[in-house]
C-alpha cells in the first residue's frame, strides 16, 4: 500500500518555519526533528494522527554544502515559509522508483534510517504534486513524536493539468483529492486545540514544475 506519510513545508530558515506554523495553527511545536547529514538540512516536526506527519524543513547554515543537489529543490527555495510537496510512504520501493523518481538512496537522522527516491537534480515532481517516495526501517518518527492534539482532516493537490497529473499517481497507487489550479502544490485542513486551520502553497512550483503530457516515466 502506498499512502501519505509526510507533509513538506519548507522555509528559508528553520526558525522561520517553526515560528509561520506556530503562528498559523496556534500551536507549541515540541522540539521533534534534527539534521540530515546527507542533505545539508534541518527539521521539525508535528504529529497530524494516523501515522502522519508535518515536516517544517530548511537548509541548515552550521552543515557542509552536500556533494549533490539538495532535496525538494531547497537550493533553490525562497519566499515565505509555504507547503512544498509531499512524501508517500510504501513497501514497495523498488518498484515504483522505476516509474522515473530517482534512485532509491539510504538516509538517517539520529537513530531513524530510511530509503528514499531522490532525484539526481533535487526537483519537484510536477510541481510538487507528485510525492517522493520513502520507506522506512525499524522505527517512524511518529512512534515517538509528542501528540499536540493536531489532526490533518482534508487535504488535496492542486495542478493546472489534473488530466495530466491523475495517471502518475494512479500508478503509484495513491489515493488522492485533485482539483485545477493555477499553480501547482497542496492545501491541508487540520482540526488544531485553537480551531480549524490551513496550510497551503502560497506560490507555485518552481523550476521543477513538469508541463508535458503524462508518460510511463514520471521524472
Known sequence: MTRLDHLVLAAQTLQEGVEYVQDTLEVLLPPAGGQHPLMGTHNRLLNLGGGVYLEIIAIDPQAPVPGRPRWFELDRFAGPPRLLTWVARTEALERYAALGLGPVTKASRGDLEWH??????GRLHWGGVVPYLIQWGARHPTDTLPDTGCRLLAWKLQHPQPEAVAPVLQQL?????LEVSFHPGLWALLQTPAGRKVLFSQAGGSGGQKTGPASPEIG
Open 116 to 121: 528514499i527516491t531522490l532525484p539526481e537534480d
Open 173 to 177: 497507487g495513491l489515493e488522492y483529492s
